[in-house]
T-cell receptor, first 114, second 116 residues
């Protein structure tokens, strides 16, 4: 079975500073990787995904993530955050052979301070 | 709008009562998923429907939970004899195509269930 670990439950960051959210996964087979964002009282919105190909993927709102197979990581970064980036961020994996469900990490709450 | 629609947005019920949560997926999406988001357990998969195939029920926590999908579209998640630990946000998602592992799942805003 696969699992996802988000190492930081909360990340405070000042506006216009960079942020990195860490995600590690474990799986015995190839995975597809996703980052979702959840704003207060809303559903999940896809930020970006890694399916295959280039290990550096770019998403919406200036976010990017890098897939590192040897380290089984998929860290999310943004070079300069805005107040509006305050939200909870979830890393998730799906495994083709195991079906199509998403397995989520515990989430990282980002609080952007002025 | 053309997104995933869930109703009600909030539901308060008494312990022991049955509840039904509804999900209307994006038109044309053949796959539908239910997840539960709770403080103690995070985001958990509950059940997955793909077209007319038998659903993957492997995430349902107990036999009090059931779901059906009528006509390959709208789905209803039913919780019988609700318990306080059922309090959570229930999220529905849909995706297109059969290769669901790749296809993006689009989420609704969820139903917040509170069991008193």
């Amino acid at each position: 079975a696969q699992s996802v670990t988000q190492l930081d439950s909360q990340v405070p960051v000042f506006e216009e500073a960079p942020v990195e959210l860490r995600c590690n996964y474990s799986s015995s087979v190839s995975v597809y990787l996703f980052w979702y964002v959840q704003y207060p009282n809303q559903g999940l919105q896809l930020l970006l995904k890694y399916l295959s190909g280039s290990t550096l993927v770019k998403g919406i709102n200036g976010f990017e993530a890098e897939f590192n197979k040897s380290q089984t990581s998929f860290h999310l970064r943004k070079p300069s955050v805005h107040i509006s980036d305050t939200a909870e961020y979830f890393c998730a994996v799906s495994v083709g052979a195991a079906g199509n469900k998403l397995t989520f990490g515990g989430g990282t709450r980002v609080l952007v301070k002025p | 709008g053309a997104g995933v629609s869930q109703s009600p947005s909030n539901k308060v019920t008494e312990k022991g009562k049955d509840v039904e949560l509804r999900c209307d997926p994006i038109s044309g999406h053949t796959a539908l998923y239910w997840y539960r988001q709770s403080l103690g357990q995070g985001l958990e998969f509950l059940i997955y429907f793909q077209g007319n195939s038998a659903p993957d029920k492997s995430g349902l926590p107990s036999d009090r939970f059931s779901a059906e999908r009528t006509g390959g579209s709208v789905s209803t998640l039913t919780i019988q004899r609700t318990q306080q630990e059922d309090s959570a946000v229930y999220l529905c998602a849909s995706s297109r195509g059969r290769d669901g592992a790749k296809n993006i799942q689009y989420f609704g805003a969820g139903t917040r269930l509170s069991v008193l």
